[in-house]
């Protein structure tokens, strides 16, 4: 009987393991892109289907609520109900709508006045009209709903506050130093519970001419003495398929850095009034007008200035000297809610962008 000898098997050489790797690794460099892009278009698709509820949203609020675009209702007369004793006789309308946010953030987050104090100096019209839409829908606080996929700062603010169990007090000095917004501690409490996408100033800003909210540094606003926010009509939209409701704030899915949604060749997901969504480029909207003279075409811009490069919160400005002068577009369009964005047949838009990047910083 013969024993077979095991060791005399032929191994693989080394020039065949070596062919063998160089096929691994041609493979994965072949499939990694594409493994890359199949996340991306799955985040952008998130984008829109959030986009989408909020569209939604628009709808059924108005239909529940006399017409009215969800929007922040208490007013200075003190004719609301609140749980909390802090939150009453507040100093004009706009304050009283500050203090609508943090009853809000409060009762949809279980914190209370120890670990989410009141904030007074606070417009929450331009950033947070969100949590009106989320007291509606009785969501539980911070909610993904409200965030890109992309957007890396506010997930990990939120992660913070669900994960780590971080109060709301302690997230300023608890956050790391690339993701802090700007500004400062006082107030910084409502950062987690804040939004990626950014409703027209239409849709709240009722002022009379001559008091109406103008342009100001950073995408933020100007508030004249005498404006009126809130209690905007549904049915003042007169184009609803044509006139931008919300938007994405910076374009984050459709390039390798991320850019300030200003600059016309960012494409970013739009909700229209009629509750569609589509992917718009900034530059086939009309341009903005005169808040205070609404049929004047004259441009508005943002002065577009952000210089933090230890943080990714935002989007750098492309000129590495001065002011980015930006048309705010959609954000301050022209006749206000009876104006139209987009004309049609614009829209979606194959711009390349490959090129446009080198002043934005890498995300």
């Not at 990626?196 to 709240?204: G, K, P, Q, V």
């Not at 949604?261 to 903005?288: E, H, K, L």
């Amino acid at each position: 009987m013969k024993v077979r000898n095991i060791f005399g098997r032929r191994a693989f050489t080394l020039i065949e393991l070596l062919v063998v790797i160089a096929i691994i690794a041609l493979l994965v460099g072949i499939l990694l892109p594409a493994l890359g892009e199949a996340r991306k278009t799955a985040k952008n698709l998130i984008d829109q289907t959030n986009m989408k509820q909020f569209g939604t949203v628009l709808g059924s609020y108005s239909a529940d609520f006399q017409d009215r675009v969800f929007g922040f209702t208490w007013r200075d007369n003190g004719n609301y109900q609140t749980d909390f004793s802090d939150l009453t006789s507040p100093n004009g309308d706009v304050a009283a709508a500050a203090f609508q946010a943090v009853s809000i953030i409060r009762k949809r987050s279980g914190n209370d006045a120890s670990t989410f104090p009141k904030i007074t100096l606070w417009i929450p019209h331009i950033w947070y009209s969100h949590l009106v839409a989320q007291d509606y829908l009785a969501a539980r606080l911070p909610e993904k709903m409200v965030v890109s996929p992309f957007d890396r700062a506010r997930l990990e603010w939120q992660r913070m506050v669900l994960e780590d169990d971080v109060k709301p007090l302690d997230f300023w000095t608890k956050c790391p130093a690339v993701y802090k917004p700007t500004g400062s501690a006082t107030g910084a409490q409502r950062w987690p519970f804040g939004s990626s996408y950014s409703l027209a100033i239409a849709t709240f800003d009722k002022g009379p001419v001559l008091k109406r909210l103008t342009p100001a540094m950073w995408n933020t606003v100007n508030e004249p003495a005498g404006s009126r926010l809130g209690d905007r009509k549904f049915g003042d939209v007169t184009f609803p398929a044509q006139k931008v409701a919300m938007w994405l704030t910076a374009e984050r899915g459709y390039r390798k850095y991320q850019s300030f949604y200003g600059y016309d060749d960012c494409r970013t997901p739009v909700v229209m009034f009629d509750s569609s969504v589509q992917v718009a480029t900034v530059g086939s909207a009309n341009p903005s007008g005169d808040p205070n003279d609404p049929m004047n075409p004259a441009n508005y811009y943002w002065e577009y200035d952000y210089n933090n490069t230890t943080s990714i919160y935002m989007p750098l400005k492309r000129n590495p000297t001065g002011f980015d002068q930006l048309l705010c577009r959609w954000a301050l369009t022209r006749s206000g809610l009876r104006g139209v964005d987009l004309p049609s047949g614009k829209g979606a838009s194959s711009t390349d962008t490959k090129n446009t990047e080198v002043f934005t910083t890498a995300y």
